[in-house]
């Protein structure tokens, strides 16, 4: 921790900044994409949603749309069936977040959020776990932009205004949190975000790595990949998703790597990918989880942007 980020906190919103949320994928399981923006527009989705971050039950809300529309009951239901379908997680920001850690910035969440939904996003992303603490709209009765939840923010989690950042893609929650004293920061994308705290002295500008990074896993699961050019995992038994980033290392860790993890798999049966840091659309982060500094993949590991694929024998390690 360093003199400029001690006592520091960044107060981060969560949808559209660290998760990414559409919710017209969840009408999409039950109508066909054209007509889901016509329907999001007669029940005033927007409104409807942000009844929902403040505390209202999902089953008086769709019990009243379903009254009004009768004809529509399977599809006013499908938006809480098919909830998990809205969320994925925003690109860059979980790397930002593990810079910010490593820094020895705290990091709390103030989300406007359903308190029956976020167990969904809860559950399912790792990279919430980062957080010391969530304040979840939907659990308090208040949302944003109301100026009284920030103030419940800083008295729960122990923050003082003056030392507190607060990102948001929502003008009004920015400017309400300003109107506190908080440092407010208008989210547009994790490379602005980025800069915006290297400005504020939180972060410092990122130096290139200058050597090759490495991730094992099974032939399996590679060869899969390359067909269907997607590779959902982190590490053994773990998806991506669900640890918040891929495991990775340097060659000169991946011999402990090979006999801590994948002690019982065949050497003929596992593959070393080469990555080329400074050339990846993904960010790389090393950082110590308390198994030493290792190199940590910020996003689903690109398939296409492996630059080499060695076995067990002829491992650059």
């Known amino acids: 921790m360093s003199a400029s980020t001690d006592g520091w906190t960044v107060l981060f919103d969560l949808g559209n900044v660290v998760l990414s949320w559409q919710p017209a994928r969840a009408y999409e399981q039950v109508l066909a994409p054209e007509l889901v923006g016509d329907f999001m527009a007669r029940i005033d989705f927007d409104e409807w949603n942000r009844t929902h971050d403040s505390g209202r039950r999902y089953a008086d809300s769709e019990a009243e749309l379903v009254a009004r529309h009768p004809e529509h009951a399977e599809t006013v239901l499908a938006y809480r069936r098919h909830f998990d379908a809205t969320l994925d997680t925003v690109p860059g920001t979980g790397a930002v977040i593990a810079e910010l850690q490593q820094a020895g910035v705290g990091l709390h969440a103030l989300t406007n959020w359903s308190a ?4 969904v996003a809860r559950s399912r992303f790792g990279i919430l776990r980062r957080f010391a603490d969530i304040l979840v709209s939907g659990e308090e009765l208040l949302a944003k932009p109301d100026p009284a939840i920030f ?10 205004a003056q030392r507190t950042v607060f ?3 929502s003008p009004p929650n920015v400017e309400a949190a300003r109107s506190l004293g908080i440092t407010g920061l208008h989210f547009v994308g994790a490379d602005q975000l980025r800069e915006d705290l290297v400005a504020l002295g939180l972060l410092t500008p990122r130096e290139p790595l ?3 990074v490495l991730h094992l896993t099974e032939r399996v699961w ?4 390359q067909t269907t050019g ?5 590490s053994r038994r773990a998806t991506y998703e669900a640890e918040g980033f891929v495991h990775l290392s340097f060659p000169d860790q991946t011999p402990a790597t090979r006999q801590r993890y994948y002690g019982d798999v065949p050497d003929a049966d596992l593959v070393v990918l080469e990555l080329d840091p400074d050339r990846l659309s993904v960010p790389v982060v090393v950082e110590d989880l308390g198994a030493g500094p290792f190199p940590h993949l910020y996003g689903p590991l690109p398939v296409a942007e492996v630059v080499a694929v060695h076995t067990i024998s002829d491992d650059p390690g």
Do not use: H, I, K, N
């Open 116 to 119: 029956e939904t976020f167990p």
């Open 167 to 169: 990102v948001d893609d």
């Open 210 to 212: 200058g050597r090759s």
């Open 151 to 160: 103030t419940l923010a800083l008295d729960r989690f122990g923050l003082t």
């Open 230 to 234: 997607d590779y959902p995992w982190s």
């Open 222 to 225: 590679w060869e899969q990949a």
